[in-house]
């Protein structure tokens, strides 16, 4: 008997229904503990989000190292042969960074669960409250596939190059310095500004808008795919939602920079535009 394919990167919930008892998908959950204890996804394991975040202020969404991140993907059971599917409950900005951290690690075989927990109960999908504890695995982390991921001085060598797209997923008023969470306000000079949420459709639990309004919201703004798209926010929480937008559509070159405007904003020496 042949296996039934992996999921699709962005899964609907009616099509996660039959993987529910497959021993090879890996159901994560990153909404908050009291909300997963009331009731989660038949199998999915909790994640807390601060495990895949470092902290060194002011910057506050560091990519952990790769011993961390092996200790959290063996706790969870992980291992090179399962597919993840993640989901949260208030937009998948935390399943968005955990899919991205794996992406970091070379583990492409994902999904996103399309409007995460809102469109699971929309759905009719069933729950179940009891906490799940997976057999711990040995997942040797490594960072595998460095081009998901951009740090400050690969944002500096590119500025200004024909063929990059810098996109800031942060509201307008963060784009502007008009609401200022750094030192300094405004945006990375050239960027240009899509905020996370405007991808997602509020009328149906804030799953992803249709293929072709995503392509033209992207157009307007230059972000095309022909284009290495660098996405970041205030800490690479909205930002790794809008990587797996990208991603979705099929753009070739996509990084994510985990330190953000939290690191950017703070450190004098990088230039900034309002």
């Not at 001085?153 to 502007?176: C, K, N, Q, S």
Request: proline fraction near 9%; charge should be negative.
């Amino acid at each position: 008997m042949t296996a039934a394919p992996n999921p699709p990167l962005l899964l609907e919930p009616e099509q996660l229904q039959p993987y529910l008892t497959d021993p090879r998908i890996l159901i994560v959950d990153l909404s908050n503990p009291a909300s997963y204890a009331a009731g989660h996804i038949p199998g999915a394991i909790h994640l807390d989000y601060a495990d895949l975040i470092r902290v060194e202020p002011p910057a506050m969404g560091l990519l952990p190292d790769e011993a961390w991140l092996g200790e959290v993907c063996s706790r969870l059971g992980l291992t090179p042969e399962r597919h993840v599917v993640a989901y949260d409950d208030e937009g998948n900005g935390r399943a968005g960074r955990l899919l991205w951290t794996l992406a970091v690690l070379g583990h492409e075989s994902v999904s996103l669960l399309n409007g995460g927990r809102r469109a699971w109960d929309a759905s009719g999908g069933p729950l179940e409250a009891r906490a799940r504890h997976p057999s711990r695995g040995a997942y040797s982390a490594r960072f595998a596939n460095p081009a998901a991921m951009a740090d400050k001085a690969y944002i500096l060598e590119r500025l200004g190059h024909a063929d990059l797209a810098l996109l800031d997923t942060r509201t307008p008023t963060e784009f502007a310095g008009l609401d200022q969470r750094a030192a300094r306000g405004g945006h990375i000079p050239g960027a240009v500004n899509l905020n996370w949420i405007d991808a997602m459709d509020p009328q149906r639990q804030l799953r992803l808008l249709p293929d072709s309004t995503l392509r033209e919201l992207l157009a307007t703004r230059g972000v095309t795919p022909d284009k290495e798209v660098i996405v970041y926010c205030q800490t690479h929480h909205r930002s790794a939602h809008t990587y797996w937008v990208l991603r979705h559509l099929g753009y070739p070159r996509v990084r994510g920079y985990p330190g953000a405007w939290s690191e950017w904003g703070n450190d004098p020496s990088l230039p900034v535009e309002r």
